[in-house]
């Protein structure tokens, strides 16, 4: 930790700190937030969320004015918990101001590196599989990983910034058990998971990057195709350690994308998630930007040679957590 926060002291970043109770912990489909209420002097009572993410916090920030800040963040997550998962956890978030994507996306390289420098590993090992930390990284598109390892011309199924059910299932019916209610996003990630995941990092960090529209979450649509977004994520040993974004400014796109998401909670776990009304504004007025959100215990665990997340924070989890 102290390496890393050097390396963004010399890169003239400031270090944040941000609110862990928030309106909204995110508005990701999959994503559950544990929940508190406040009680006023009054007896009043107000709900309020353990955040998932520092992000919505940090982009007022950036929307304030703030050029690059970086911050080690305390997130909860609900419905996690494994050998590379933990209710709670460290997640090492930065933000670059009018700087494209490729700028983080090299940080996240170099970041990796410096934290097994500091450790002293020569190379990261997990579950059998090994990649060299300071070796040039594998870049790879998502369309061409799903062409590699599963056959799929995953672009095909895209049109018009949507999935298209069908086509899909098509292409992945005698690869994996596909439901009724499967949706376009629940094919991805099933092939995602089972096929190309377990590919990457292999030998070396890879990046997979140019994840499809559907996917982008809050990631901006590309320039260089209308199919793709400017999302990336880096991986380790088959270990997703990474997830960056060229920042989506839009927020009339960005309140559509979450509806859907909300829309889409409801109907799979009966519940939603209320909307940042600040953060959505600041979207509005935020300048251009990329961020990354990295979490940092699979980095040390895989910087230390550990078998698991647990191993290397101070108090894990007990009582069936």
């Given at each position: 930790?102290?390496?890393i926060r050097?390396?963004f002291d010399e890169q003239?970043?400031?270090e944040v700190?941000?609110?862990?109770l928030?309106?909204?912990?995110g508005?990701?489909?999959?994503l559950?937030a544990?929940?508190t209420?406040?009680?006023?002097?009054d007896?009043g009572?107000?709900?309020?969320?353990?955040?998932?993410?520092?992000?919505?916090?940090?982009?007022?920030?950036?929307?304030?004015g703030?050029k690059?800040?970086?911050?080690f963040a305390?997130v909860?997550?609900?419905?996690?918990?494994?050998r590379?998962?933990?209710?709670?956890f460290?997640?090492?978030?930065?933000?670059?101001a009018?700087?494209?994507?490729d700028?983080?996306?090299?940080d996240?390289?170099?970041?990796?590196a410096?934290a097994?420098?500091?450790?002293?590993?020569?190379?990261f090992?997990?579950?059998?599989?090994?990649?060299?930390?300071?070796?040039?990284?594998?870049?790879?598109?998502?369309?061409?990983a799903?062409?590699?390892?599963a056959?799929?011309?995953?672009?095909?199924?895209?049109?018009?910034?949507?999935?298209?059910?069908?086509?899909l299932?098509?292409a992945?019916?005698?690869?994996?058990r596909i439901a009724?209610?499967?949706?376009w996003?629940?094919i991805?990630?099933k092939?995602?998971?089972?096929?190309?995941?377990?590919n990457l990092?292999?030998?070396r960090?890879?990046v997979?990057?140019?994840?499809?529209?559907p996917?982008a979450?809050?990631a901006?649509v590309?320039?260089?195709?209308?199919?793709?977004?400017e999302?990336f994520e880096?991986?380790?040993?088959?270990v997703?350690l990474?997830?960056?974004f060229g920042e989506?400014?839009d927020a009339?796109?960005?309140?559509?994308?979450?509806?859907?998401?909300?829309?889409?909670?409801?109907r799979r776990?009966?519940?939603?998630?209320?909307?940042d009304?600040?953060f959505?504004?600041a979207?509005a007025?935020m300048?251009e930007?990329?961020?990354?959100a990295?979490g940092?215990?699979?980095l040390?665990?895989l910087?230390?040679?550990a078998?698991?997340?647990?191993q290397?924070v101070?108090?894990?989890p007990?009582g069936?957590?």
């Amino acid at each position: 930790m102290r390496a890393i926060r050097t390396w963004f002291d010399e890169q003239g970043f400031t270090e944040v700190e941000t609110a862990i109770l928030q309106v909204s912990p995110g508005n990701e489909i999959h994503l559950h937030a544990p929940r508190t209420e406040l009680i006023d002097a009054d007896g009043g009572r107000t709900l309020r969320y353990l955040r998932t993410s520092p992000e919505f916090a940090c982009k007022k920030l950036l929307a304030a004015g703030e050029k690059r800040i970086f911050e080690f963040a305390r997130v909860f997550r609900d419905r996690e918990r494994g050998r590379l998962h933990l209710p709670e956890f460290t997640m090492l978030e930065w933000y670059r101001a009018n700087e494209t994507y490729d700028a983080v996306m090299a940080d996240g390289i170099v970041l990796i590196a410096h934290a097994a420098q500091a450790t002293g590993i020569g190379q990261f090992s997990f579950q059998g599989k090994i990649a060299d930390p300071f070796a040039e990284p594998e870049m790879l598109t998502v369309a061409r990983a799903f062409e590699r390892f599963a056959g799929i011309d995953l672009l095909a199924t895209i049109g018009d910034g949507e999935g298209d059910r069908a086509r899909l299932a098509a292409a992945a019916q005698t690869k994996t058990r596909i439901a009724t209610d499967d949706t376009w996003s629940d094919i991805f990630s099933k092939i995602l998971v089972e096929y190309v995941e377990p590919n990457l990092g292999q030998g070396r960090l890879t990046v997979l990057y140019e994840y499809p529209l559907p996917e982008a979450a809050l990631a901006r649509v590309a320039a260089t195709d209308a199919r793709v977004a400017e999302r990336f994520e880096i991986y380790a040993c088959g270990v997703e350690l990474a997830n960056g974004f060229g920042e989506l400014t839009d927020a009339a796109e960005q309140r559509r994308r979450f509806a859907l998401a909300m829309d889409e909670k409801q109907r799979r776990y009966d519940e939603r998630y209320p909307l940042d009304e600040d953060f959505l504004a600041a979207v509005a007025c935020m300048p251009e930007a990329s961020g990354v959100a990295l979490g940092f215990d699979r980095l040390v665990m895989l910087a230390s040679g550990a078998a698991s997340v647990d191993q290397v924070v101070w108090t894990p989890p007990t009582g069936g957590t």
